[in-house]
């Protein structure tokens, strides 16, 4: 049986993590500011790399109590995580999304508003090789069925544009898919 990382490999991974999605966030932003498409992948992947700096901030926390601030603050990340990565996907795929995201947006912002209370996250305690762990609440539940019913969803908005499509567009609906499909159940992970 194989045992868990070190620490350490979760502080160098999550640091490499924002270096590349900010840096990633703020070249395609720049690339064309006027690109909606590049506009709401940008808002993706700044999501992704305020997750993973609050999750560096986390490792790096000394007491419970500075450590619990970073994992909520880190969760308001995740809570937002698969909605701009829905709103990224029908905007790419030019899918008329305008009540899903609208409706994600405030799905996502109703959790995010319970990040910081015992409903979201009851206690926090040791876990694995992490000293500092947050107990799920209440409402935890839903935001993963949130986040999950999210990905499914992308996930198949993709498939179904790689069945009708060819040429240059289905292959970069082919790389955000395969880019994409192993990230999103790490971050839920955290």
């Given amino acids: 049986m194989s045992e868990n990382p070190p620490l350490s490999y979760y502080i160098l991974a999550s640091g490499l993590n924002f270096i590349t999605s900010a840096a990633l966030a703020i070249f395609v932003f720049c690339r064309n500011p006027t690109s909606r498409t590049n506009q709401t992948f940008s808002v993706f992947a700044f999501t992704v790399a305020g997750w993973s700096l609050c999750y560096l901030l986390w490792l790096l926390a000394e007491t419970s109590q500075v450590a619990e601030v970073y994992l909520r603050t880190l969760m308001v ?58 107990k799920p609440g209440v409402l935890f539940s839903f935001h993963t069925i949130h986040f999950f019913g999210n990905i499914i969803y992308a996930h198949f908005l993709m498939l179904r544009a790689l069945r009708r499509n060819t040429g240059i567009f289905r292959t970069q609906v082919l790389y955000i898919f395969m880019s994409i499909t192993s990230d999103m159940t790490v971050v839920h992970s955290t």
């Avoid at 015992?118 to 040791?126: C, E, T």
């Fill in 77 to 134: 990340f995740v809570i937002f995580i698969p909605t701009t990565f829905t709103h990224f996907i029908l905007t790419f795929l030019k899918v008329d999304g305008k009540r899903i995201n609208v409706t994600n947006y405030l799905v996502s912002s109703f959790f995010a508003l319970t990040a910081y209370t015992r409903l979201f996250a009851s206690d926090i305690g040791p876990f694995l090789v992490f000293p500092y762990w947050l």
